[in-house]
């Protein structure tokens, strides 16, 4: 389930993004590209959080609650996987 909110903020993301390559590509100051990355990274981790309170909420909620226990194992699959 996408909503405007993620959709929003992946766009910024993206936008962050174009904006390091062309810092990158301009030969701007090492410091400063790392703290673009640092920003990005954070706007990253934010994202997932609401992506996973989301699918927590929502999708596994709803499969627990018509008796599918499967939605709690792929989301321990996925927590495995997550950094």
């Not at 810092?23 to 706007?43: F, H, N, P, R, T």
């Not at 996973?52 to 792929?74: M, P, Y």
Request: aromatic letters at 2%; proline letters at 0%.
């Amino acid at each position: 389930m996408v909503d405007k909110n993620v959709d929003n903020r992946l766009a910024t993301i993206e936008g962050h993004i174009r904006g390091v390559r062309q810092m990158v590509a301009d030969g701007k100051d090492c410091s400063d590209v790392l703290l673009q990355l640092s920003a990005i990274e954070s706007a990253v981790k934010k994202l997932s959080k609401t992506i996973l309170r989301n699918h927590i909420e929502h999708c596994v909620k709803d499969s627990v609650t018509n008796g599918d226990l499967s939605a709690l194992d792929r989301l321990n699959d996925v927590l495995d996987k997550y950094k």
